[in-house]
């Protein structure tokens, strides 16, 4: 089994696969290179966030590198044997997007394209929703409809012009059911959720496996709080009290949408080592993304290790091979920097009663061929929470001696991860109107598993516990798949001077990274794909 692919084999992934020979030969040149490291020629932290401008640039130079490796990464792979006969080829053979103007709302993120591909099929649906009460308005235009997925965007604004988001997903009083009121989708996640300038908030809704021809958008909104607000014009906080009815109600075609699509069952079933059982049910193509369907178990000895919310932070990661298209695309869960599919879907609704999970992942069509005959799911490994308290003794008097002679004081190890801990401080609390110091321990960290589902406490020599707060993750591996954080601070909260020098530092539930897995399916094929008539 092919170990996790490092950050070398995304960008390869991401340039190699532009312009390049046969497929076979690509692929072969992936595996062959996932020893080779690559380093960004970039000084200082590498470790900087992922809106940063120096991260941009960082990625940019190592995109660059990236190129000049294609000229001679093959010639070294292959030791001069292998002969470049075949016709170039694009990553994605889709045909060209309609040259078309896209409303203001979807410009941005992939919703652009997604417009493009749907609005020339008729599955763009306006229901002219445009509501006024009281100088507050909310709009919902262009309706993105496949046989997967609803993509809903609302716009909402306070008298004055400014943009306000009364009105969140989460809330729950937007629903699509048939005729008769029975819900037949729910909330999903888009990939990107990051909206133009706050203007918009996007409601994605994942349809269920038998949807009727006729479906009803419903928008419970009849008593909305309107809250304060910001005004970025005026640069000044709006206060208000006003009760609005913003409630609406729209119908779908669904035939269409229906017909535009292409279901094939599945029955691919497969228990890891630990315990963990995935079985893929379906796999959806629709003109907008490829959809693949599973349900996710645990065995008794897992999941007597886990928490009862175990299916909120699990992830998988997996990688698809396309060898008719060059295609190679990672897809490592939640980690840091990593890429993620186009809408994600958590199904919890069966866990209470002794069911599985079930997820959801929709690829995009920019990145996983819609029509590709021949994709092969090869699962890399999982991360799941387990419960597996480790601690250590904080001897702050110890700490400040140790200092003064350049030694690591503290160190913390546990299933493969390590924290050294070489100095602390008391510094205000972020967001707290307490004036008081914390106690802030400052060191470094490296991590073999997905620490984004960590959680720490720590407790005093009475007994009392303390929330912790960690601060400093990096967003990229090293080339061993390892997360070092060379800025990390625990922020015990609420830890004062005066509540003494010693306390414990406990990490009760870590999010494991599990990779002893051996599992590859062939995703189903299809004789025609109806849009494409």
Do not use: C
């Not at 990236?66 to 990553?91: R, S």
């Not at 809408?343 to 069911?355: C, K, Y």
């Not at 004036?435 to 720590?458: C, I, M, P, Q, T």
């Amino acid at each position: 089994m092919k170990p996790i692919p490092n950050d070398e084999d995304r960008l390869w992934e991401q340039h190699l696969f532009r312009e390049e020979p046969d497929a076979d030969f690509t692929l072969e040149v992936m595996r062959k290179l996932e020893g080779v490291s690559m380093e960004s020629a970039e000084d200082g932290d590498p470790f900087t966030k992922k809106a940063s401008k120096s991260h941009w640039m960082r990625r940019t130079g190592i995109a660059a590198a990236a190129v000049v490796i294609l000229v001679g990464g093959a010639y070294f792979a292959f030791d001069h044997t292998e002969k470049l006969t075949q016709p170039t080829v694009n990553a994605v053979n889709n045909p060209p997007l309609p040259n078309i103007p896209v409303p203001e709302e979807l410009k941005y993120s992939y919703y652009a394209d997604d417009y493009k591909r749907l609005k020339p099929l008729g599955l763009v649906v306006n229901p002219n929703i445009n509501i006024e009460d009281q100088g507050y308005t909310l709009k919902i235009e262009n309706v993105l409809v496949d046989r997967s997925q609803i993509v809903m965007t609302l716009q909402q604004n306070a008298p004055d012009g400014s943009m306000i988001n009364p009105v969140y997903p989460d809330l729950g009083r937007v629903h699509i059911t048939d005729e008769k009121g029975n819900s037949i989708a729910s909330l999903s996640s888009p990939g990107d959720q990051t909206l133009y300038s706050s203007k918009y908030q996007r409601f994605v809704y994942q349809l269920q496996d038998e949807i009727p021809d006729k479906i009803v958008v419903r928008g419970e909104l009849s008593h909305l709080k309107i809250p304060s607000y910001y005004n970025s014009e005026k640069e000044e906080f709006v206060e208000s009290s006003a009760t609005v009815d913003w409630s609406f109600q729209f119908n779908i075609d669904m035939t269409k949408a229906k017909s535009l699509a292409v279901e094939a069952p599945m029955n691919n079933t497969y228990t890891t080592p630990e315990g963990l059982k995935l079985d893929m049910t379906q796999l959806v193509r629709t003109p907008n993304g490829t959809r693949l369907d599973m349900n996710i178990s645990l065995d008794d000895q897992l999941r007597a290790k886990v928490g009862e919310d175990w299916a909120d932070d699990m992830d998988l990661m997996y990688h698809l091979e396309i060898p008719e298209t060059n295609e190679y695309r990672i897809f490592n869960g939640s980690r840091p920097d990593a890429r993620q599919p186009k809408f994600r879907f958590r199904d919890l609704s069966g866990l209470m009663d002794g069911g599985p999970l079930k997820l959801s992942e929709t690829w995009d069509p920019a990145f996983v061929t819609v029509d590709a005959k021949k994709i092969r799911f090869v699962l890399e490994g999982y991360t799941i929470p387990v419960w597996g308290e480790k601690s250590v003794e904080v001897d702050l008097e110890k700490m400040r001696k140790d200092a003064e002679i350049y030694t690591y004081v503290l160190q913390f190890e546990q299933y493969g991860d390590e924290i050294l801990f070489s100095d602390f401080n008391f510094k205000p609390v972020w967001e707290s109107y307490d004036k008081n110091y914390s106690l802030v321990l400052e060191g470094r960290g490296k991590f073999r598993n997905a620490f984004n589902g960590d959680r720490w406490v720590a407790v005093d020599s009475e007994g009392k516990e303390y929330p912790v707060q960690v601060i400093g993750f990096p967003d990229q591996p090293n080339n061993d798949g390892e997360y070092v954080a060379d800025n990390l601070k625990l922020v015990i909260r609420g830890f004062y001077k005066e509540d003494g020098t010693k306390l414990t530092l406990k990490r009760t539930v870590v999010n494991r990274e599990y990779r002893d897995v051996n599992w590859e399916v062939d995703l189903p094929s299809y004789s025609s794909l109806p849009w494409l008539k």
